[in-house]
């Protein structure tokens, strides 16, 4: 299973904190944007831009990236700090 998790604004739009997908293999972060589409359509412009960071595990992922059972992606929207 995989554990994708949607921080600040992300969260609102999904209206859900966490969702979790059963996958038969490894996958591609891209692969996995297509399911999230697809799961929420209102995520769809902002996981199509370049402002959304995801993470696997912690560490920040390209499309390419694999992801793979036990595995857990952050969508991070952009933020700023001072």
């Known amino acids: 299973m995989i554990i994708v998790r ?5 969260k609102g739009i999904a209206k859900a ?5 059963v996958v038969n293999g490894p996958i ?9 589409k697809k799961d ?3 995520l769809a412009p ?3 831009g370049r ?3 995801i993470s696997v595990n912690q560490e ?7 992801v793979k059972d036990g595995d857990e992606v952050g969508l ?4 700023s700090g001072g």
């Not at 949607?6 to 992300?10: Q, R, S, T």
């Not at 920040?60 to 694999?66: M, Q």
């Open 6 to 10: 949607f921080f600040a604004m992300l």
């Open 17 to 21: 904190e966490t969702k979790e997908y």
């Open 28 to 36: 591609t972060v891209a692969e996995l944007k297509a399911m999230l």
């Open 40 to 42: 929420f359509p209102g």
């Open 46 to 48: 902002a996981l199509d």
């Open 51 to 53: 402002s959304v960071l």
């Open 60 to 66: 920040f992922a390209s499309k390419d990236s694999v």
């Open 76 to 79: 991070l929207p952009p933020f």
